[in-house]
C-alpha cells in the first residue's frame, strides 16, 4: 500500500472511531400505545430506558402491555439503526461495507 492509501485508511479510522463514539451517545425515542409505552434506544442499539404509565400498569391484560413494549422496542430499534445508517453512509460514501452499515 503506498503512503497516500495508508494516510486515507487511518483517516477513515478516525473518522470511524468519532461516529461510533456519537453514536453512542446519540438517542432516539419511540412509543406506543398513544405514549403508554416510551423507549429510548441509542445510535449502537442499546436501549437506555423503558417507560411504562401508571395506566397501563393496572391494566388487567399484560398481554396488551407486553405488545406495547415490543412495539416501541422495536420502533426505537429501527429508529436507531435508522440513525446509525445515515452517519455511517456519510462515512463510506454510500458504499456496502458488511458490519459498518
Known amino acids: 500500500m503506498n503512503r497516500f492509501m495508508m494516510r486515507r485508511a487511518q483517516e477513515l479510522g478516525t ?5 461510533q463514539e456519537e453514536l453512542e451517545k446519540a438517542t432516539v425515542e419511540a ?7 416510551t423507549v429510548v ?4 442499539q442499546r436501549v437506555q430506558s423503558v417507560k411504562i404509565s401508571p395506566e397501563v ?3 388487567k391484560d399484560m398481554e396488551l402491555v407486553e405488545d406495547l413494549v415490543m412495539a416501541a422496542v422495536n ?3 429501527a429508529k436507531s439503526q435508522e ?5 455511517l ?3 463510506t460514501g454510500g458504499l456496502k461495507i458488511p458490519g459498518l452499515t
Open 89 to 91: 453512509g456519510a462515512l
Open 31 to 37: 412509543s406506543s400505545g398513544g405514549g403508554a409505552v
Open 57 to 59: 400498569m393496572d391494566a
Open 15 to 19: 473518522k470511524l472511531a468519532k461516529v
Open 83 to 87: 440513525l446509525a445508517q445515515s452517519r
Open 41 to 44: 434506544v441509542n445510535g449502537q
Open 75 to 77: 420502533e426505537a430499534i
